[in-house]
DNA sequence: TTTTAGAATTAGAATTGTTCTAAAATTATT
DNA sequence: AATAATTTTAGAACAATTCTAATTCTAAAA
C-alpha cells in the first residue's frame, strides 16, 4: 500500500458518490499536484484487483469506482444521471437458483426517474 | 429502412451470438465490400433508437448488438467469454416493487463459468 | 551512510472504440 | 431532368484508457 494508493482510497471512501477516474484525478491533484494520471488509472486497478474497491460501468458514461465492495444493485435516474445504491438480499443465491448454476458476481443497474426528475416533468 | 441498414438488421438477426460493431462490420462488408465503419455506426444508432436491436455493455468489452429486443438478462462467461440470454418471468416488475419506484429498463450481466470451462478447469 | 534492486511514478505516445465532419453518392420528389 | 433530402463515405477527431520507457522513490544489503 504506497502512499498514491492509500491517497486514492481515502479520496474514494470519502466520496459522497461514485466518481469516474477524472474527478478522482483531479481530487487527489489538490494534495498532491504532480500526480499523473496514470497514476490513478494504476493504482485504481490495482485497488480492484486487490477487492477494496468496485469498477462500475454505466452505458454512456465513463468508468466509476465504489467504495462499497458488497455486491449491490445501481439505481440510475436516467434525467440527472444520479447514482444510487440498492441492497437486495440474498440475491446472488436468488440468481444462482434462477439460471440453475452458480453465478459468482453480477451487474444489476436499473433505470428509473428520480423524484426530483418526475417533479420537473410536470 | 434502406438497403444498409436492413443488412445490417438480417446479419444481427442471422447471428448465433452477440456481435459487435466489429464483427457487423467485416460480415456486412462480403456482401457490401465499400460499406464504411461510419456506416455501421449510424445505422446500429438508429436500430437500436427504432428498438429493433438492443445495444449491450459488458465490462471490458467493446458494445454488442442484440436481436432480441424483450428485457432479458445476460449469463457471461468468465471463461470463454460466452455470453447467453437468460429470462426471468416478470422480473422489471419485481425490481419495480424492490426500489419502490417505477423502474424503466435495467441491465443485469451474470458472471459465472459454463459447463466446458468448468470441466477444463478439473 | 552508500549501493543496489525492485517497485512506483511520470509524461507522453499509442490504442481502442466511437462519433463527427464535410464532401460525394444515392434516392426520392417535383 | 432538376431539385431536394437523405445516406454514405473517408478520414479526422475524440474520449477513455493502456502502454512505454525513462526517471524517481523506497527499503534492504553492504
Known amino acids: 500500500m504506497t502512499k498514491n494508493k492509500s491517497l486514492l482510497l481515502d479520496i474514494i471512501r470519502a466520496a459522497p458518490r461514485h ?3 477524472e474527478q478522482i484525478f483531479l481530487a487527489a491533484k489538490e494534495q498532491r499536484p504532480g500526480i499523473a494520471m ?3 488509472y494504476n493504482n485504481l486497478g490495482a485497488l480492484v484487483a486487490e477487492g477494496l474497491i ?3 460501468h454505466i452505458v454512456g458514461q465513463a468508468d466509476r469506482y465504489d467504495r462499497n465492495i458488497d455486491q449491490h444493485e445501481h439505481l440510475v435516474c436516467d434525467g440527472c444521471g444520479r447514482i444510487s445504491d440498492e441492497k437486495f438480499e440474498d440475491f446472488l443465491a436468488e440468481l444462482s437458483k434462477q439460471v440453475g448454476a452458480a453465478v459468482s458476481s453480477y451487474e444489476l443497474n436499473m433505470h428509473y426517474l428520480c423524484a426530483d426528475c418526475r417533479n420537473d416533468q410536470l
Open 38 to 40: 496514470a497514476t490513478v
Open 54 to 56: 468496485r469498477r462500475l
Open 19 to 21: 466518481m469516474t477516474a
